[in-house]
Every structure is written in C-alpha cells, then in structure tokens.
C-alpha cells in the first residue's frame, strides 16, 4: 500500500514535466534522442533531488516556501510560454529555444517546486525520503521519455502552429499551478 501512494504520487507530480515535454516534443524540430534523454533526466533528477531538499529543510521553513512557490514556477513557465510563441510568430521559430540548457534548467526548476513542498511534508510527517526520492525522479524520468516521443510524433506534421500550442500549454500549466495554489488558500 505504501509503494502504491508513493507511486501516486510521483505520477502527480510528474504530470506537468510530462506535459512540458509532449508540448516541447510538439513545438521542436530539433529534437534528437540526446536532447530527450537530456531533458528527461533533468525533469528526472529536479524531481529526485527536490524533495530531497525539501526533506532536508525540515518543518520550520514550510510556511516560507509554501508561501511564494506558486509564484515562481508560474512566472517561469509562463515567461517560457511567452517566448516560444513570439518566436512562432516572428518567424524566428526553430524550436531551438527550449532546447537551451538554460530553458532546460529553467523548466526543470519549475515543474520540480510542488516535490521540493513534497519533500517537506515527509518530513514533517517522519518518513524516509531516498527511496520516495528515487521512486519520482524515475517515474518522472520516464514519463517524460513518453511524453518527448509522443509529442515529437504529432508535432512533425502541425509546423509553427506546434510552437504556438507548446508555449500555451506552457502558459496553461503556469495558471494552473497559480490557480490551485491560490483556490487552496
């Protein structure tokens, strides 16, 4: 029952790095298999290593992170968003910008802060935190594997206007993490 809730979890809180890269797998033409084996270990690795920091952080600091961790991973995501559908749109879209390390790390960085607030409530609730750990950045890890292909698949044949889907869904993950944390409050 217990790897069963862990299970759920890390299938949770992968869902919006899933989601980023089917719509990166749909905006970019320059997707090679190293680029997906790259960013889905990034995914991968933010989603093992926050909850290991979040752990670490301990209880005392849970009401300073859950304070503001909506806030960035929208803006993140959301100036992310913006960029790849100026870039469709002024006809500079190569699908090259969220290949980036940069983007990359910016990407992985945001859809990992929910497992950093993860980390810190098995924490606060005693539980151990490697093997939870290593249980999402694997379910992550592969998802997103899933997720590239899958939208690498549909994205050859919808052109620029894939770019412009991606950096909605994007857009659309950012509100949706900015709503759900602000309904919760």
């Known amino acids: 029952m217990v790897i069963l809730s862990i ?16 719509g990166a797998g749909i905006s970019s033409r320059a997707l ?14 933010f989603q093992f290593a926050m909850p290991i920091a979040g752990w670490f952080l301990g ?8 304070a503001f961790d909506h806030w960035i991973a929208f803006t993140l ?17 190569s699908g090259s910008g969220i290949c980036s390390l940069s983007s990359l790390f910016v990407l992985s960085l945001a859809t990992s802060i929910d497992a950093l607030v993860v980390g810190l409530s098995f924490s606060i609730l005693g539980q151990g935190i490697w093997l939870r750990a290593a249980i999402i950045g694997l379910i992550t890890f592969i998802l997103c594997m899933v997720g590239f292909e899958f ?6 044949h919808l052109g620029k206007w894939a770019e412009i889907a991606g950096g909605i869904i994007l857009i659309g993950i950012a509100c949706k993490i900015l709503i759900e944390h602000l309904a919760g409050r």
């Open 32 to 45: 090679n298999p190293f680029y997906i084996l790259r960013a889905s270990f990034s995914f991968g690795l």
């Open 77 to 93: 995501l959301f100036f992310i968003g913006v960029k790849m559908i100026r870039e469709a749109l002024g006809n500079t879209a």
């Open 151 to 156: 939208g690498k698949r549909i994205g050859s």
């Open 59 to 66: 209880r005392s600091f849970s009401a300073y992170i859950s």
């Open 7 to 22: 299970l759920l979890i890390a299938v949770s809180l992968s869902m919006d790095a899933f989601a980023i890269s089917v």
